[in-house]
C-alpha cells in the first residue's frame, strides 16, 4: 500500500494524466520516472497524484512501483 510521500517509479508506457488541467490531456511516459506520492486517495480509486518534473499527475496506482520498500 502507496502512502504520501513514497518515492515511486512509474514505468515506460504508463498513461499519465495532468491532475492541474480542466481537459484531460494524456499522455504515456517515454521513459521510466521517479516521484512521490502527493495523495494516495483522490476522486478515483485506482488513481493516484504523484509529482514529477515539477508538475502534479494522476497515475494508475496498478503501475506504480515503491522504490526501496
Known amino acids: 500500500?502507496?502512502?504520501n510521500g513514497d518515492l515511486v517509479r512509474i514505468p515506460q508506457g504508463t498513461v499519465?494524466?495532468?491532475a492541474s488541467?480542466?481537459?484531460v490531456p494524456l499522455s504515456v511516459a517515454?521513459?521510466?520516472r521517479m516521484g512521490?506520492?502527493?495523495d494516495?486517495?483522490?476522486v478515483d480509486e485506482e488513481l493516484i497524484k504523484v509529482l514529477f518534473d515539477d508538475e502534479?499527475?494522476?497515475v494508475d496506482k496498478r503501475?506504480?512501483?515503491l522504490v526501496g520498500g
Do not use: A
Open 36 to 38: 512521490i506520492v502527493i
Open 40 to 42: 494516495n486517495k483522490p
Open 63 to 65: 503501475v506504480v512501483q
Open 30 to 32: 517515454t521513459k521510466p
Open 16 to 18: 499519465i494524466i495532468e
Open 21 to 23: 488541467k480542466d481537459v
Open 56 to 58: 502534479v499527475y494522476l
Open 1 to 3: 500500500m502507496l502512502i
